[in-house]
RNA sequence: GGUUCCUUGGCCGAGUGGCUAGGCACCGGUCUGCAAAACCGUCUACGGCGGUUCGAAUCCGCCAGGAACCUCCA
């Protein structure tokens, strides 16, 4: 496979030349959502960030398997009085069954992620499909000795694997540290120190969701699934692991610890990690209660929003910022995009209905090597974009009969932006439905806008403007070209 | 308190030693019957103070401000 696609790796912290272990194959896990709330702002950011680099990977020739885990089981609640879960606290609240809760905002996360154009991945495998593999994990580790039963639930030996490997070398963090900081948490006392971690948790009775175990009735531990389902499904050893910053530690470094405990090597090559989406300078997050949700954006309907945002400009804000910056919401950013995309998409249009001369004055050579540069360089997505947009004054400039191409050109040109708008970044317009009523619809329309020509041939402005002014009124834009007439309702 | 990171023009956002992206907004011009759209142009920044260097937004130090993680989090 030909190519100089980099990627930062959090684990050497610098930007590596991406090697899959297997020649054509890449595999990669990426920590998907909890699904007991919709989706907001931030849970866009690593679907669209890994969306991207599926997409790219893809391209680049090779097969791919994407594993985004759902997790409906397992976390625990730092403020719940008794280590009750997050899904089964939802479920209490809404007198649901817990996978009644799951399937409910699973629906809703995968309609979310449709509407932004995000791919389904290969596999999305739920933690609780997964019981007996994470058992069967429990065991493995504690085969090796990397963990001890503590009245019914077992823990993860930290000072032990810490003595024959590194625990901390993802974070960065040394254990000395994390013994002064780590907080009181519920069950700390069943620990032999404090930065333990729960690999399997003894269910107290009120516990709805608990599977039967050789130690308790309980359930796995906060981060044991995707320990246990990226080695179901992607081997002992796979190339890329990805989630959001904010996982890095503990639950990143932990599955490291896991795995490597179990399996006794290294599981993951790259470690990728995507920004935080901030709200006036600060992460948007469910715990802080400032988020603002998809389905709000594209209704519009949150305080904080100025107006409804189409899925397609939320997409575009976010691959307008590489993807390890923090990217700060604000109306203004979102209609920059809003406009901005329109621009790049018009143009992608006006591309299609370009006719070619016997000679190009615009300079296409390059365009796709600049393109497939930025995107090598560890997903530069805002670099690849600013070399469209440099394309796109050029599709204008020809479109307004200033500026020539040839055939060649126009045909390289064309395949560029197919392949980067559309296959690549996964920008599309917003879907026309293509059918016989839509069809007399445009022709209503072109027939209006002859009349106004005509009206115009006739210099009757009165018609004219009037048809201008009352299609405007409608929603409708009125470009008036060189020799053609675009339009497009708003 | 510990660890890591950030600070770019009106706004967003690239850029890791010289060639100073791109988008949005603003202003001026071209085009247009008038507009809109499009095109051309203007404005041209790197938190502060030192240092390294022929040369720094880019490297080093200090200071200021901010963030993430240390608890579930994308």
């Not at 389902?229 to 050893?237: H, Q, R």
């Not at 950013?333 to 995309?341: I, N, P, R, T, V």
């Not at 009349?451 to 009124?473: G, H, M």
Request: hydrophobic share 35%; with cysteine; charged share 25%.
């Amino acid at each position: 496979m030909e190519h100089k696609l980099n990627i930062y790796n959090t684990l050497s912290r610098k930007k590596e030349l991406f090697v899959p272990i297997h020649e054509k194959n890449v595999g990669m896990y990426v920590c998907g959502p909890t699904v007991y709330g919709d989706a907001h702002l931030g849970h866009a950011r690593p679907a669209i960030t890994f969306d991207l680099l599926f997409r790219y990977l893809k391209h680049l020739g090779y097969k791919v398997r994407y594993v985004r885990n759902i997790t409906d089981v397992g976390h625990l609640e730092n403020d719940a009085d008794s280590g009750e879960d997050k899904i089964a606290k939802k479920a209490r609240l809404e007198q649901l069954e817990p996978m009644e809760v799951v399937q409910y905002y699973l629906n809703r996360y995968q309609k979310t992620m449709e509407e932004l154009n995000v791919l389904p991945p290969s596999i999305e495998p739920h933690a609780s499909g997964h019981i007996i593999e994470q058992i069967e994990f429990v065991k493995k580790i504690k085969d090796a000795g990397f963990a001890y039963e503590s009245k019914g639930s077992v823990y993860f030996d930290v000072e032990k694997y810490n003595k024959e490997h590194n625990y901390g070398k993802l974070s960065g963090r040394n254990i000395d540290d994390l013994l002064e900081t780590t907080r009181e948490l519920d069950g700390q006392e069943e620990k032999r120190k404090s930065f333990d971690f729960a690999l399997w948790k003894k269910a107290s009775s009120e516990h709805i969701m608990k599977w039967p175990s050789p130690w308790s009735e309980g359930f796995p531990g906060w981060h044991l699934e995707c320990s246990a389902m990226g080695t179901k499904y992607l081997g002992e050893e796979f190339d890329i692991h990805g989630g959001g910053m904010d996982l890095v530690f503990p639950h990143h470094e932990c599955e490291i610890a896991q795995s490597t405990a179990a399996l006794g090597k290294e599981t993951v090559k790259y470690w990728m990690h995507n920004n935080m989406i901030t709200i006036n300078g600060q992460k948007m997050g469910k715990s802080l209660g400032n988020f603002i949700t998809l389905d709000e954006f594209f209704e519009g309907t949150h305080s904080s929003l100025e107006k409804a945002y189409s899925p397609m400009t939320i997409r575009f804000f976010v691959l307008q910022a590489q993807y390890r910056s923090t990217v700060d919401f604000s109306n203004e950013a979102l209609q920059a995009s809003e406009k901005g995309l329109q621009r790049l998409l018009e143009g992608y249009e006006r591309l299609q209905k370009l006719t070619a001369s016997a000679s190009s004055t615009v300079d296409v050579k390059g365009l796709r090597e600049r393109c497939e540069k930025a995107m090598q360089d560890d997903l530069n997505s805002p670099i690849a974009i600013s070399h469209l947009f440099d394309a796109v004054t050029s599709i204008n400039t020809i479109s307004a009969g200033s500026a020539t191409i040839n055939e060649e050109d126009l045909l390289e040109l064309k395949e560029v932006f197919s392949l980067f708008i559309e296959d690549i970044l996964g920008l599309q317009a917003e879907l026309e439905t293509q059918n016989s009523t839509n069809d007399a619809y445009k022709s209503a329309i072109d027939l209006l806008l002859q009349i106004r020509q005509d009206a115009k041939t006739n210099k009757d402005w009165a018609t004219s403007d009037k048809i201008r002014n009352e299609l405007a009124a409608l929603g409708f834009e009125i470009k008036d070209g060189k020799d053609n007439v675009e339009w497009n309702l708003k």
